[in-house]
């Protein structure tokens, strides 16, 4: 038969869940950026930007919590060490410093040097612009200088319009990356051997591009070598997919340059083994691969296996019957499967057979062991006197004193049955014996036992 206090149980379980749902993701923030990446970034700055992202920045969405969370550090990171001026008539919003700082963290997520610390100022322009001594106009500039200009207009339309081939911001910031390794103010020389090995490896299509043959990438790529490169850089986070089909190896070799790979975004973008290990002749030049991601559901998998294990132990201390167990066990499965579904299957965490497991194993036990922790510390009464006839006493050989063995679904009134015979026992039953245990009702209403009972002995009642 079920327990009444199941369905309290469940319904709290609903709740709990639901509020989880709700706040999991300030809460995952708050782990991943205080203790995680011990970042400074104030609460309400780190929420504006990941609110800001992933509504308007498409590379962002599909992160997990852990990148998403990385990501937003390496941007404010980026962000503080930049000076962001205006030029024209133009006013600088945070929304302007956000979107450049979020182009350059999604050009150098892979790296782990991200700062591109050649350049130190970006300007805003309110339109195409004239710099000094130059009579053409332009869009955008990265400068020997330190400084890259970028037209707002133009930078804006690059991220609104995601395939066209065509992004203002990945396309100066990438200047400004070749600028830095080449000019050694960051990463390693190895890296900087590996854009050698790479621009020589792409060099005859270069060549395709500068000669007017039929090509996939942008005509303006074939200007120099590093406008090839801009141009790739587009073309890789533009039309991924395109790009791998058409140019398989130029897409491959990027890949590994920039050690992300866009089609792969359900992994975070990392690069695949296979493309790895095809270029492994100059794997001493490629950043080490990111680790694989930890989903914060993985961590409720790991603790729920160890908290089923404490939930039996922890059973016999309470008068709950088998079956109301099961019922709430299963009960609190499906509550949180359904609630969990869309955070975890929908991401592709893991497939609907692995779901169903972590459902059963991850977070009914967790809630399970902690409602009976509650309803053994938080009392709702003072404990009461339940009285026992024909108990059965069981001496340990090696051991002075006496064990009582009862059964965990006793009721009030009933005569106590031996349950089962323990090895290594001396077992006898005192006929006509009498002994009261103490027993209480938690805040969930499930009776539990005390650690005190009284015995009659001799006449007197003897408190144990």
Request: aromatic residues 14%; proline residues 4%; charged residues 20%.
């Given at each position: 038969?079920?327990q009444?206090?199941?369905?309290?149980?469940?319904?709290?379980?609903?709740?709990?869940?639901q509020?989880?749902n709700?706040y999991?993701k300030d809460?995952?923030?708050?782990?991943?950026t205080?203790?995680k990446?011990k970042?400074?970034?104030?609460?309400?700055s780190?929420?504006?930007?990941?609110k800001?992202?992933?509504?308007?920045f498409?590379?962002f969405?599909?992160l997990?919590?852990?990148a998403?969370?990385e990501?937003?550090?390496r941007?404010?990171?980026?962000e503080?060490?930049?000076?962001?001026?205006?030029?024209?008539?133009i006013?600088?919003?945070p929304?302007?410093?956000?979107?450049?700082?979020a182009?350059?963290?999604q050009?150098?997520f892979?790296?782990?040097?991200?700062?591109?610390?050649s350049?130190?100022?970006?300007?805003l322009?309110?339109?195409?612009?004239?710099?000094?001594?130059?009579?053409l106009?332009?869009?955008?500039?990265a400068?020997?200088?330190?400084?890259?200009?970028?037209?707002w207009?133009?930078?804006?339309?690059?991220?609104?319009?995601?395939?066209d081939?065509?992004?203002?911001?990945?396309?100066e910031l990438?200047h400004?990356?070749?600028?830095?390794?080449?000019?050694?103010?960051?990463?390693?020389?190895r890296?900087k051997?590996?854009?050698?090995?790479?621009s020589?490896?792409?060099k005859?299509?270069?060549?395709?591009?500068?000669?007017g043959?039929?090509?996939?990438?942008?005509?303006?790529g074939?200007?120099?070598?590093h406008?090839?490169?801009?141009v790739?850089?587009?073309?890789?986070?533009?039309?991924?997919a395109?790009?791998?089909?058409?140019?398989?190896?130029l897409?491959?070799?990027?890949?590994?340059?920039?050690?992300?790979?866009?089609?792969?975004?359900?992994?975070?973008?990392?690069?695949?083994?296979?493309?790895?290990?095809?270029y492994?002749?100059?794997?001493?030049?490629?950043?080490?691969a990111k680790?694989?991601?930890w989903h914060w559901?993985?961590?409720?998998?790991?603790?729920?296996f160890?908290?089923?294990?404490?939930?039996?132990?922890?059973?016999?201390?309470?008068?709950?019957?088998?079956?109301s167990?099961?019922?709430?066990?299963?009960?609190?499965?499906l509550?949180?499967g359904v609630?969990?579904?869309?955070?975890?299957?929908?991401?592709?965490?893991?497939?609907?057979?692995?779901?169903?497991?972590?459902?059963?194993?991850?977070?009914?036990p967790i809630?399970?062991f902690?409602?009976?922790?509650?309803?053994?510390f938080?009392?709702?009464?003072?404990?009461?006197?339940?009285?026992?006839?024909a108990v059965?006493l069981?001496v340990p050989?090696r051991?002075?004193?006496?064990?009582?063995?009862?059964?965990k679904?006793?009721n009030?009134?009933?005569?106590?049955?031996?349950v089962e015979?323990?090895?290594?026992y001396?077992?006898?039953?005192?006929?006509?014996?009498?002994?009261h245990?103490m027993v209480?009702?938690?805040?969930?209403?499930?009776?539990?036992?005390?650690?005190?009972y009284?015995?009659?002995?001799?006449?007197k009642?003897?408190?144990?």
């Open positions: 038969m079920i009444p206090e199941v369905a309290y149980s469940l319904l709290a379980a609903l709740i709990v869940f509020l989880f709700r999991h809460i995952v923030g708050f782990y991943y205080k203790i990446h970042t400074n970034i104030p609460r309400s780190y929420l504006m930007r990941y800001y992202l992933n509504k308007h498409d590379y969405k599909p997990s919590d852990s998403k969370s990501f937003i550090t941007m404010w990171n980026f503080q060490s930049k000076k962001f001026i205006t030029s024209g008539n006013t600088l919003e929304e302007m410093k956000w979107l450049v700082s182009a350059a963290i050009l150098t892979g790296l782990k040097d991200y700062m591109i610390r350049h130190y100022q970006i300007v322009h309110a339109d195409a612009f004239y710099l000094p001594g130059s009579r106009k332009m869009k955008g500039a400068s020997q200088a330190g400084t890259i200009h970028l037209s207009p133009d930078l804006k339309q690059g991220f609104e319009v995601p395939d081939r065509y992004n203002l911001g990945l396309h990438s400004a990356l070749k600028m830095t390794v080449l000019g050694g103010k960051t990463f390693d020389d890296l051997r590996y854009y050698s090995a790479w020589k490896t792409v005859q299509e270069f060549l395709n591009l500068k000669h043959n039929e090509h996939f990438l942008r005509k303006y074939g200007t120099n070598m406008e090839f490169f801009a790739c850089i587009e073309h890789f986070f533009e039309v991924p395109g790009m791998k089909k058409e140019l398989p190896e897409y491959s070799s990027l890949s590994v340059l920039l050690n992300q790979d866009p089609l792969n975004a359900a992994s975070d973008y990392r690069v695949s083994t296979a493309v790895q290990r095809k492994s002749t100059f794997k001493t030049a490629v950043p080490k680790d694989i991601s559901s993985l961590s409720l998998l790991l603790i729920g160890f908290t089923t294990i404490a939930t039996f132990i922890y059973f016999d201390t309470f008068f709950i019957t088998t079956v167990i099961i019922a709430l066990w299963l009960g609190i499965s509550i949180a609630i969990h579904y869309p955070s975890v299957v929908k991401n592709n965490i893991m497939g609907i057979p692995v779901y169903i497991i972590y459902s059963l194993i991850g977070p009914a809630f399970i902690c409602m009976l922790l509650a309803n053994h938080i009392p709702l009464e003072e404990a009461k006197h339940i009285k026992l006839n059965h069981e050989p051991f002075n004193g006496t064990v009582v063995t009862y059964q679904d006793l009030e009134g009933k005569t106590l049955k031996h015979k323990v090895e290594g001396y077992e006898y039953e005192l006929e006509g014996s009498t002994m245990m209480y009702r938690g805040i969930f209403g499930y009776k539990v036992k005390s650690n005190k009284i015995q009659r002995e001799n006449g009642w003897i408190e144990h």
